[in-house]
């Protein structure tokens, strides 16, 4: 029985799923990902290809052409990244990115939709993914955002160049406090806690919050 497009079905209402391979991109890499205990997968079988949610009730959805089911693993986890992240920013629900960390792991991920197409990258550190967001948002500000007329596709431009720069200001931030945490021993031993706070444009007690880990430091 042919399995029918675009409705959620339970992966054991598709016949022989388990046994085709994996769909794979053009470098030979199969569509593949874990995220926040769910694996999503796109796989190659007779009737399409199936993109796969493997949760506690697996499920899967059938489209006929396979970059329907590539945006579709591409959405899907980029929708739980922004569920997961603490920030999205963006213009619209169209152009979007956003960094979170997997829950209960230590990975991040950056995610974002550009246009309608959705991406998704894993990394290691809270500051790779941050940076990967900024590098994003540019991207995505120096093309052109569909918004459906010229004037606030430029503005949409311009918000979202602004959105990387934040990001960038909150790496600086806490690349700024890892720097004063550094020189905590020193500052104190000099009596140049008052004067570097004063450089720097906060009172004495913001800086011991600094030491402290509570202000200007990454996740």
Not at 78 to 87: I, L, S
Not at 136 to 165: F, K, P, Y
């Amino acid at each position: 029985m042919p399995v029918p497009f675009d409705q959620v079905l339970p992966v054991g209402d598709v016949p022989g799923l388990e046994d085709v391979p994996l769909w794979r991109d053009t470098r030979y890499r199969p569509f593949q990902a874990q995220w926040g205990g769910v694996t999503y997968e796109v796989r190659n079988h007779v009737d399409g290809y199936i993109t796969v949610s493997r949760t506690a009730e697996p499920t899967a959805v059938n489209y006929p052409l396979a970059q329907e089911a590539e945006y579709a693993f591409h959405r899907a986890l980029a929708e739980t990244v922004f569920a997961d992240a603490a920030v999205s920013r963006g213009w619209d629900a169209g152009n979007r990115a956003a960094a979170g960390r997997e829950p209960g792991g230590e990975r991040w991920a950056t995610a974002w939709i550009s246009n309608g197409v959705p991406g998704f990258s894993e990394h290691d550190t809270w500051n790779e993914a941050h940076q990967a967001a900024a590098r994003q948002l540019d991207e995505m500000a120096d093309g052109l955002v569909l918004t459906g007329d010229t004037l606030t596709a430029q503005i949409a431009s311009a918000h979202l160049r602004r959105c990387a720069n934040q990001v960038r200001d909150a790496l600086l931030t806490a690349e700024l406090g890892e720097a004063v945490r550094l020189g905590k021993r020193w500052m104190q031993e000099e009596r140049m806690v008052t004067q570097i706070a004063h450089g720097l444009g906060v009172n004495r007690r913001f800086v011991y919050r600094v030491f402290e880990g509570t202000e200007w430091r990454c996740p």
